[in-house]
């Protein structure tokens, strides 16, 4: 059974696995390979897979990194890639620091035109683009709010429908590029979420495009892709040779691991040890 996209505490304030509560849980849920994947960070990988060898689970290297592709926002999973590579470290540098950097933009320029922000000081970092929306949202009226969306989203939708130029993730295709420089696979998560301006589906045109540019596979099994869904995404999958993976998206002990089995997930024979 086979976990390929969990978070660690290395992702800052959104997720709470311990590298070593991580591993007891894999190894007591009967996992034999679980992928770590914080958000543009390998901080806690190595910890991990420590952790991993003593308890009988193998712990792949990954990162699930904030990206872009004709103009949607995807977010971009890289496996295999030694977690220390500096190449690797500087992709992730660069994400933070440029994400940092809009916000800060942001901050000015949502303050220029009269918006209320207060308290995104108040904080041991600096804020990044999401936190600038979550906080636009819950002190401001946006116009255009959709019914029943997030605050976070809402705050985002209003910042790319307004500000469009203001946040710059990198592109896709530059983060494949990077991954297979150092040998490693990049993976489309989550093409089937819908989570407001986040993550709207994929559609196969989106990952056509994508297959072309180089990605190596998609995340088919994931918590919210009902059976219609996976059977679609399978058969995309196939269609443009894409790899199949799939992950819980799990963040703390109270979200529970996936245990996809691993005949299902092509990906694995080319993770394993």
């Known amino acids: 059974m086979i976990d390929l996209h969990i978070h660690t505490n290395a992702t800052p304030h959104h997720a709470t696995w311990t590298p070593v509560a991580l591993a007891v849980a894999a190894a007591a849920?009967?996992?034999?390979?679980?992928?770590?994947?914080?958000?543009n960070t390998t901080a806690n990988v190595i910890t991990t897979a420590m952790a991993g060898?003593?308890?009988g689970v193998q712990v792949v290297s990954g990162?699930?990194?904030d990206s872009a592709f004709n103009g949607k926002l995807w977010h971009t999973l890289v496996y295999g890639v030694d977690p220390e590579a500096p190449a690797l470290l500087d992709l992730c540098a660069e994400v933070v620091n440029r994400n940092a950097s809009d916000a800060a933009q942001l901050l000015r320029d949502l303050a220029a035109a009269g918006f209320r922000l207060p308290n995104l000081g108040d904080r041991d970092r600096p804020p990044t683009v999401a936190d600038v929306a979550l906080t636009l949202a819950r002190h401001n009226d946006l116009p255009g709010r959709v019914a029943g969306?997030?605050?976070e989203e809402a705050g985002m939708r209003f910042i790319l429908t307004h500000f469009a130029a203001a946040y710059r993730p990198?592109?896709?295709?530059e983060i494949i590029s990077v991954a297979?420089?150092?040998?490693g696979l990049a993976v489309l998560a989550h093409p089937g979420r819908d989570k407001g301006i986040y993550a709207i589906p994929a559609t196969e045109d989106d990952i056509a495009a994508l297959a072309?540019?180089?990605l190596d596979g998609i995340e088919v099994y994931y918590p919210t892709h009902d059976a219609a869904t996976r059977e679609w995404l399978l058969a995309v999958a196939a269609r443009y040779s894409l790899l199949v993976s799939g992950g819980s998206d799990s963040h703390h002990p109270h979200q529970a691991l996936a245990t996809w089995p691993a005949k299902d997930l092509t990906m694995v024979s080319r993770l394993r040890r």
């Open 29 to 39: 849920r009967g996992l034999t390979m679980i992928a770590v994947t914080d958000h």
């Open 53 to 55: 060898m003593h308890y």
């Open 63 to 65: 990162v699930e990194i």
């Open 149 to 151: 969306e997030g605050d």
């Open 170 to 173: 990198l592109s896709v295709d």
């Open 180 to 183: 297979h420089d150092l040998g």
């Open 212 to 214: 072309a540019a180089g």
